[in-house]
């Protein structure tokens, strides 16, 4: 039925129109096969059609119309890119009245003419208005019929202007017209059945494509943070848009749709060329500059078409594929070199193609571009094969490379996934150990606890004791609460200072550990006599030792306090036994001053004021064994002692003051 329809589809016109069809005659032929219409030609260069009867005596023989010394031929008989060519045949009255086809297969622009009238036309010829649109009629039959026996003329009015160079070697240029002439039905059929396989090739790779394009768009959208599936999926969406644009420019007539179709290829290209890119720079090579190029050969490419001008066209579309190619494989033999994994499989398929490529272009230049792609011969069913290999290695390729590149992840993932297992199920067992160890030894965790709790009471009294011992008991607990202690003012205390009479001399006639062991144990026992009488300890410089009575907390018996905690000191150097004994003298005055701690490391409690300096004038002022108190401190405990005293005497800096020994505390009666 499918034959019928393309027979009948193509007859129509003929049947329809049978007053207006041209009767003419061909060859004696077999009915599918036909006969081969290119040897025994003639030549002229320029001919009018029209005139009747058809003289060619005048015409130059051609041998042919095929072969690979057809150019040369050719220039050597005049053609200069445009001519004539005819042919002369002979039937009987078997095949009169019947449709034939005549079937051709060249390029360039054809007008065909049968005993002088023109029956067909393919391509464009150039004229000053048009410009020259060469085709390949690739078999398409032009049906016809005959309606006398004898002898008839085929002529070819054909344009080629690529034939200008003898020895030319491009397949623009290469010279070369193959003509059948068969029944009709056949030569519709086997048209025909090449569509039809055409379509179904293109369509299947299409499909193929865009098939592989969806894939990986989708892979894409749900994996984002990989960019190779979407130029992937680019890259097959482009090789699709331009096999249905080979389609179409070679199988439909419409101008408008030629013009549409180069300019989506032109886009598809670019886009092809761009995302290969972008794949293998976003795998191995992460520089820009490659990326600016293609894109700045594409839009020069763009701009070269939208004014036509073919020779810049065509420049950059070559420099514009070689230069993505070249790019390509460097990269990929770079990382093969390299041992990137993955770079071997993405590798195979894509070396293949370009060197596969390079290999047919050099073979059809070795050639003179002398081979077909036909399955009729070994040698083009490899070329079949080979060129179907060609057509997928990138694709297949790179699908196997993310498809390897998915599995490897996968099992790396499955690999973290087991070890986080292992580690899970490692830590439920330790952490059910724990508990069992926690259940086991809870009392003795309490126990322990109440140990620790003990130590640390214990260990926080030792820190309280050490801070009291440094500082006065009300200081440090504003000091532990508050974290600061504010200094303070004191109206009325009375300072005490001691210091040992002649101590160098006493320390040259000593060792040093029979000094420091003799001056602890004094002020050890002045810490003592301290403690008894209400004063506070503030430090000792050397071997003078400084208290204060009436601080931090005030005391109205201050200076009371002081002179006894004086007359013990005195009465217990006295009473030492030693053989080297020392000799203190004391001094005694009151006043006001400021209290406060100072520094934060290894800080101290102190004292300032000029109370204090007066009482250190006191003490060196005063002579051994006595106790040296000043005027204020004498009005406040003028009943309670007895005294000498010393009048006015000079202090470093007070001048005369008035100075006062205390002889002894008042016996009451």
Not at 212 to 241: D, I, Q, T
Not at 302 to 323: A, E, K, P, R, T
Not at 496 to 519: C, G, H, K, W, Y
Request: with cysteine.
């Amino acid at each position: 039925m499918k034959k019928l329809f393309f027979t009948l589809l193509f007859l129509l016109p003929f049947f329809c129109n049978a007053r207006e069809v041209l009767h003419l005659d061909t060859v004696l032929l077999n009915k599918y096969s036909g006969n081969s219409l290119i040897e025994n030609w003639k030549f002229t260069a320029q001919y009018i059609p029209g005139k009747e009867p058809i003289d060619l005596s005048s015409w130059k023989p051609l041998s042919t119309l095929s072969g690979e010394d057809l150019n040369d031929t050719l220039h050597k008989l005049g053609f200069t890119g445009i001519g004539w060519f005819a042919k002369e045949f002979y039937i009987d009255s078997g095949l009169t009245n019947k449709p034939l086809a005549f079937s051709f297969n060249g390029y360039g622009a054809f007008d065909i003419y049968l005993d002088g009238k023109l029956i067909h036309t393919f391509g464009t010829f150039k004229s000053v208005t048009t410009k020259a649109k060469y085709v390949n009629p690739k078999l398409e039959p032009v049906i016809f019929s005959l309606a006398q026996p004898g002898r008839h003329v085929l002529m070819l009015h054909l344009e080629n202007y690529f034939v200008i160079t003898p020895g030319a070697n491009s397949l623009a240029s290469d010279f070369s017209v193959a003509i059948n002439v068969k029944y009709a039905d056949a030569a519709v059929e086997l048209y025909a059945n090449g569509l039809y396989i055409s379509f179904t090739i293109m369509y299947g790779v299409l499909i193929l494509f865009l098939a592989l394009a969806f894939v990986h768009f989708m892979f894409y959208l749900f994996y984002r943070k990989s960019s190779a599936n979407l130029n992937f999926g680019l890259f097959n969406l482009s090789m699709s848009v331009m096999f249905g644009c080979i389609f179409a420019l070679s199988n439909i007539k419409f101008e408008w749709v030629h013009t549409i179709a180069l300019f989506a290829m032109l886009i598809a290209l670019f886009t092809a060329c761009l995302s290969l890119h972008a794949f293998v720079n976003s795998l191995y090579y992460r520089k820009k500059w490659g990326f600016i190029l293609i894109t700045v050969l594409g839009v020069l490419l763009f701009l070269s078409s939208f004014y036509n001008n073919d020779i810049v066209g065509q420049s950059l579309f070559i420099f514009l594929v070689i230069f993505t190619a070249i790019d390509a494989v460097i990269k990929i033999i770079i990382a093969m070199r390299k041992k990137i994994p993955g770079s071997h499989i993405l590798g195979c398929g894509i070396l293949f193609f370009f060197f596969s490529i390079a290999g047919l272009f050099l073979y059809g230049f070795l050639t003179s571009g002398h081979f077909e792609v036909t399955p009729a011969t070994l040698q083009g069913i490899l070329l079949i094969m080979l060129l179907i290999l060609i057509l997928f290695s990138i694709p297949f390729s790179i699908s196997a490379y993310l498809a390897w590149e998915f599995a490897y992840l996968n099992k790396s993932l499955s690999k973290q996934l087991q070890q986080v297992d292992r580690l899970s199920q490692k830590t439920i067992a330790q952490e059910k150990e724990k508990q069992e160890i926690l259940a086991n030894q809870n009392e003795v965790l309490e126990q322990e606890v109440k140990l620790r709790t003990e130590e640390i009471i214990a260990e926080k009294k030792k820190s309280d004791d050490l801070l009291l011992n440094i500082l006065p008991a009300e200081v440090a607990n504003e000091l532990k609460e508050k974290g600061e202690a504010e200094a303070k003012l004191f109206d009325h205390v009375t300072v005490l200072f001691t210091d040992f009479v002649n101590f160098t001399q006493m320390s040259e006639r000593m060792n040093p550990q029979q000094l420091v062991a003799q001056l602890h144990e004094n002020f050890k026992a002045f810490d003592e006599i301290m403690e008894r009488n209400g004063l506070e300890k503030i430090k000792t410089i050397g071997d003078a030792y400084l208290a204060v009575s009436g601080m931090p907390v005030a005391n109205d018996k201050h200076a009371y306090n002081a002179v006894k905690a004086g007359l013990e000191i005195a009465a217990y150097i006295r009473n030492q036994q030693y053989e080297n004994r020392f000799e203190v003298r004391v001094g005694i005055h009151s006043g006001p001053l400021v209290a406060g701690i100072v520094g934060v490391k290894k800080f101290a409690y102190d004292i300032w004021g000029d109370t204090v300096n007066t009482a250190s004038r006191m003490e060196s002022s005063s002579e051994a064994g006595k106790i040296n108190i000043s005027e204020s401190t004498y009005r406040l405990v003028k009943d309670d002692f007895t005294f000498i005293h010393r009048g006015k005497i000079d202090a470093k800096h007070k001048g005369a003051i008035d100075m006062y020994f205390v002889e002894g505390e008042v016996r009451s009666i």
